[in-house]
């Protein structure tokens, strides 16, 4: 039986990451090839390419720093010539300063606006220009949050580019709907990984604390936005672009 991305290619930043691991084995296990972007030398990286190697794809890994434009075009065409044109673009990479407004220092400021939202439109542009060039239908997801619509002011420069990313999405999807181009945003809450799994880790108690805020009462796991993406992904899916697929087990209704 025909896996659902079989003959399929995904281009993902932040591939090495809790949320890009899960995604890069959801479309694996159905059939896709999968070139993994991030900033984590290639040592980093072997073990987790043999396991997705293991489910009988193709894997290529890149080291790269998505804030430099150049750096990453040079990824997109070092995976096309692995793996063919990138069909299905992720934009995953992402980092987060916990620190208020008059806190947060001008760097910290600046690097997390460019990876969060600059490195999102050098992958996005480049991978979709290369879909143009081949003629060929693609999808694109963009990692938000729903901290693009709801105020966090302990990570502010979090919530401003993921609410630029969102615009972004908007933007991208208006103009690739004619080529077939579909361009969405999912939209996580709390989910048990990267920055809130190391906090709840060291202290389970603050995990428990945020899951009794959410009112389904839990906590995202990794797999269930890697899940959702493929949804936005699936050759069924023709119409939905320029969305935003909110996933907060019910958070935003509450503020």
């Not at 890994?61 to 299905?88: C, F, M, N, R, S």
């Not at 980092?95 to 969060?116: D, K, Y």
Request: hydrophobic fraction near 45%; glycine fraction near 10%.
């Amino acid at each position: 039986m025909k896996k659902l991305f079989e003959g399929k290619t995904v281009i993902l930043s932040g591939g090495l990451g809790d949320i890009g691991r899960s995604v890069a084995r959801g479309f694996a296990r159905e059939g896709a090839n999968i070139g993994i972007g991030d900033i984590l030398p290639e040592p980093d990286a072997a073990a987790f390419l043999e396991e997705i190697k293991s489910l009988g794809v193709s894997c290529h890994y890149y080291q790269v720093d998505v804030t430099d434009a150049a750096a990453v075009q040079e990824w997109i065409l070092e995976a096309e010539k692995h793996l063919g044109v990138a069909h299905i673009i992720i934009a995953n990479a992402a980092t987060v300063t916990v620190a208020s407004i008059h806190s947060i220092t001008p760097e910290q400021w600046a690097r997390e606006l460019r990876v969060n939202l600059d490195g999102a439109f050098y992958l996005t542009q480049g991978a979709t220009a290369r879909l143009l060039h081949h003629g060929l239908p693609g999808r694109v997801v963009f990692v938000g949050s729903w901290a693009a619509h709801s105020v966090h002011a302990h990570i502010p420069a979090y919530s401003v580019s993921k609410a630029g990313l969102r615009m972004l999405c908007q933007c991208l999807a208006l103009e690739l709907a004619p080529h077939n181009i579909l361009v969405n945003e999912i939209a996580p809450g709390y989910v048990e990984a990267g920055l809130s799994a190391g906090i709840w880790n060291k202290n389970p108690g603050l995990k428990d604390v945020s899951r009794e805020k959410v009112p389904v009462k839990k906590i995202i796991s990794p797999q269930s936005v890697a899940w959702q993406i493929m949804q936005l992904c699936h050759p069924e899916n023709e119409h939905m672009t320029g969305s935003t697929v909110l996933m907060d087990g019910g958070l935003s209704l509450l503020s």
